[in-house]
């Protein structure tokens, strides 16, 4: 007599909120639960990614997916929540706190791309790349340049700010010693021996380069402004590689218009993507701008799709995960 065949046990559900994501982890997550992926090329509203999550258990999601009290209360079996991301404004962190929802990120994992970034926007903006190439490609480069036209400025030797220092001030400062520039850093801690505490308004007005790498807070919103922008030297160069409402884009704009300050290098925007050609940097040739592509490298990005799924898994089988929201967390 033959025996009766084994119940199938369901596996867990998991919603992946892009269709395209580098590496292996979805593929490694599908072995071990009931994976749906999203099917389409643009990214889902908020409406359609609570719809298309519909009864899955756990997410694993990215930077720009809102986590919040209206996709939460039509997801009311969403137990575990991964975002493929260093960032997470996105996440209503109340909304999560009040359900006991656990929801991880990736910090540490982008922090060489980012850096190496850093240094990419520094130096176009200084040696005024967006207008080398723009004469380049217009075909304009028709006569040798006069020994005097043109001329941009070192970033060998110079004197570096960076504003919050955590690890991707820290791994910029790691790279600024091979440039023997002068670290100097503005942060709530901790320090280390490469880079020197300072208060913000000495680092604004001593710093040939200033490097914003601050998270998104109440206290960080529009950090630099007008005011702090009249601190910097005229030769001083701006990089923002945090988060885009950090810096006052606005007073940005008019202190590259009337030579305030000589350049900026900008990743992130306060509202992102730019829709809008308007948009006063756009228009800047002394604006050096990247449309928030710091950790667009396939080692970087695969990197932090698989510390998401690592999290997502231990969560799903109700393990502690490595990288909990601080703000989540119970001490």
């Not at 756990?58 to 720009?64: E, W, Y």
């Not at 209503?92 to 970034?117: C, Q």
């Not at 992130?268 to 756009?282: G, K, R, W």
């Amino acid at each position: 007599m033959s025996s009766p065949p084994t119940p199938q046990i369901p596996r867990a559900r998991v919603a992946v909120s892009r269709g395209s994501l580098p590496g292996d982890s979805v593929a490694r997550l599908s072995s071990v639960f009931d994976v749906r992926v999203w099917p389409e090329a643009d990214a889902p509203n908020p409406s359609d990614l609570a719809a298309f999550i519909d009864d899955a258990e756990g997410l694993l999601g990215v930077a720009k997916d809102l986590i919040d009290d209206q996709l939460l209360d039509r997801c009311p079996q969403l137990r575990a929540v991964a975002i493929a991301s260093t960032g997470y404004d996105y996440v209503d962190i109340e909304a999560a706190r009040r359900r006991e929802l656990p929801v991880t990120h990736t910090p540490a994992v982008l922090s060489g791309a980012v850096a190496d970034h850093a240094f990419f926007l520094m130096t176009g903006a200084r040696r005024r790349a967006h207008e080398h190439t723009t004469m380049f490609r217009s075909g304009a480069w028709d006569r040798h340049l006069a020994l005097d036209e043109m001329l941009g400025l070192d970033v060998y030797g110079s004197t570096l700010g960076i504003v919050g220092y955590g690890q991707v001030g820290k791994a910029i400062a790691r790279r600024a010693v091979c440039y023997e520039m002068t670290i100097q850093e503005y942060s709530r801690g901790p320090h280390d021996d490469l880079a020197k505490p300072v208060e913000l308004d000495d680092l604004l007005r001593t710093s040939d380069i200033v490097v914003m790498c601050l998270p998104l807070l109440p206290e960080t919103t529009h950090l630099i402004a007008e005011r702090e922008l009249r601190l910097m030297k005229p030769t001083a160069t701006l990089v923002n590689v945090g988060r885009g409402a950090t810096l006052d884009e606005q007073a940005l704009a008019s202190a590259l218009k009337r030579n305030v300050i000589h350049s900026a290098g900008i990743d992130v925007f306060e509202s992102e993507p730019i829709s809008d050609t308007a948009n006063p940097l756009l228009e800047l040739a002394n604006a050096f701008l990247t449309p928030h592509m710091a950790s667009a490298t396939h080692a970087a990005r695969a990197s932090m799709v698989s510390v998401a799924a690592d999290d997502l898994q231990a969560m799903m089988e109700h393990r502690p995960p490595q990288h909990l929201l601080a703000e989540l967390r119970h001490e």
